[in-house]
């Protein structure tokens, strides 16, 4: 056992707004004799009363969540439970959120796209203390550590600029997305996901809606951290 418990299996509660997803992962931790499915939930709220009553020795989180995002939610994990690791499976791009998501306090990232057994083996990753990210990313990591932030001469430090929330909605306008369905998606107001626009327009330094969204797609496409 990774823990040295010999026959008690680690606790796994497991946030995401799609059931489907919810089930899959629960049937394949389940197939692992040292690990359990204690509880799910799939949203903020719902996730912290459940994360609270069965006290899991990991959490996974998806990162669209009801009622805010896996980035809120990992910071209140934090705060509330500071040695309680989080794993992000997510759709989104890892090129996009595992930074993100590691300074928030997650120990992790695995996209949805990998096989079932790496994320068997983040998880128990992640329960030995270690951190799980793809290569690429391990990569940028180590070249930010070794230059320092701002200093790549790139549109990072530029895009660093932007909040978590931003930076979710930039990338969502970048799909092709519109206020509606942006505000649909996170549980927002139309003028609430408006103004957001606009605090990314100024940070960014961009003219108007037009180019906020070509420079939102031309980001997603070219995969761009």
Same mark, same amino acid.
């Not at 089930?23 to 197939?31: D, E």
């Not at 996009?96 to 983040?122: M, N």
């Not at 942006?182 to 927002?188: H, P, S």
């Given at each position: 056992?990774?823990?040295?418990?010999?026959?008690?299996?680690?606790?796994?509660?497991?946030?995401?707004?799609?059931?489907?997803?919810?089930?899959?992962?629960?049937?394949?931790?389940?197939?692992?004799?040292?690990?359990?499915?204690?509880?799910?939930?799939?949203?903020?709220?719902?996730?912290?009363k459940v994360i609270e009553s069965h006290q899991p020795d990991v959490v996974i989180v998806d990162l669209s969540l009801r009622g805010g995002n896996g980035i809120d939610l990992i910071k209140e994990m934090k705060q509330?439970?500071?040695?309680?690791?989080?794993?992000?499976?997510?759709?989104?791009?890892?090129?996009?959120?595992?930074?993100?998501?590691?300074?928030?306090?997650?120990?992790?990232?695995?996209?949805?796209?990998?096989?079932?057994?790496?994320?068997?083996?983040?998880?128990?990753?992640?329960?030995?203390?270690?951190?799980?990210?793809?290569?690429?990313?391990?990569?940028?990591?180590?070249?930010?550590?070794?230059?320092?932030?701002?200093?790549?001469?790139?549109?990072?430090?530029?895009?660093?600029?932007?909040?978590?929330?931003?930076?979710?909605?930039? $990338?969502?306008?970048?799909?092709? %997305?519109?206020?509606?369905?942006? !505000? *649909?998606? &996170?549980?927002?107001? +139309?003028?609430? /996901?408006?103004?957001?626009? $606009?605090?990314?327009?100024?940070? %960014?330094?961009?003219?108007?809606? !037009? *180019?906020? &969204?070509?420079?939102? +797609?031309?980001? /997603?496409?070219?995969?761009?951290?």
């Open positions: 056992m990774s823990d040295g418990k010999k026959g008690v299996a680690r606790k796994v509660v497991i946030v995401d707004d799609h059931p489907i997803v919810r089930t899959g992962l629960a049937k394949v931790i389940g197939l692992e004799p040292d690990l359990t499915v204690c509880g799910d939930a799939s949203g903020v709220e719902d996730a912290l509330r439970w500071p040695l309680m690791p989080a794993l992000v499976v997510s759709v989104h791009d890892e090129a996009f959120f595992a930074e993100r998501v590691l300074k928030a306090g997650a120990r992790g990232y695995v996209t949805k796209g990998e096989p079932s057994q790496k994320v068997v083996d983040s998880i128990r990753e992640v329960l030995n203390g270690g951190i799980c990210v793809g290569e690429k990313v391990a990569s940028q990591m180590i070249g930010l550590f070794v230059r320092g932030p701002g200093n790549d001469g790139s549109a990072r430090s530029t895009m660093d600029e932007l909040t978590d929330r931003e930076f979710e909605i930039f $990338e969502m306008l970048g799909q092709g %997305l519109g206020s509606r369905r942006i !505000a *649909e998606r &996170l549980g927002l107001s +139309i003028k609430t /996901v408006d103004s957001h626009r $606009e605090n990314i327009k100024k940070k %960014l330094k961009l003219s108007g809606a !037009a *180019e906020l &969204l070509r420079h939102a +797609i031309q980001w /997603v496409q070219q995969g761009q951290v």
